[in-house]
C-alpha cells in the first residue's frame, strides 16, 4: 500500500507563493509518474501539473508559467512550486500517482491519492 502525504498549504494573499509538498512511502517511486490535481468547493477535481519517471512535464493552461512541479527521487518526494497565486487558485491540493511511468493527467491514470491540503489566496 502506498501513502502519500501532502504539506505545505495555507493562506497566501494574492501575488505570493507557497511549496506544496509529497512525501511517497515505498521503495519504488522513482518508477512511477507522479501529479498534483485541485478542487475548488463546488468544483470537480481538475489537473494541474505532472511529471513522469524522467523528469517531463505536463501543466494545466491556468497554471503554466506560474507553477513548477519537481521531483527529488532519493528522498521520494514530489513539489509544486506556486508563484504569482491568484484567488483562483484557491482549492484543496492533491498529490496523485500514476498508474504508470507517465505523467498523470487524466484522473484514470491515477492509482494512488493523498489526502490534500488547504491552499487559500486572499485578494
Known amino acids: 500500500q502506498v501513502q502519500l502525504v501532502e504539506s505545505g498549504g495555507g493562506l497566501v494573499q494574492a501575488g505570493g507563493s507557497l511549496r506544496l509538498s509529497c512525501a511517497a512511502s515505498?521503495?519504488?517511486?522513482?518508477?512511477?509518474?507522479m501529479g498534483w490535481f485541485r478542487q475548488a468547493p463546488g468544483k470537480e477535481r481538475e489537473f494541474v501539473a505532472g511529471i513522469s519517471r524522467s523528469g517531463v512535464t505536463v501543466y494545466s493552461d491556468s497554471v503554466k508559467d506560474r507553477f513548477t512541479i519537481s521531483r527529488e527521487d532519493a528522498k521520494n518526494t514530489m513539489y509544486l512550486q506556486m508563484n504569482s497565486l491568484k484567488p483562483e487558485d484557491t482549492a484543496v491540493y492533491y498529490c496523485a500517482r500514476s498508474s504508470g511511468s507517465y505523467a498523470t493527467y487524466y484522473l484514470r491514470h491515477v492509482d494512488y491519492w493523498g489526502q490534500g491540503t488547504q491552499v487559500t489566496v486572499s485578494s
Open positions: 515505498g521503495r519504488t517511486f522513482s518508477t512511477y509518474g
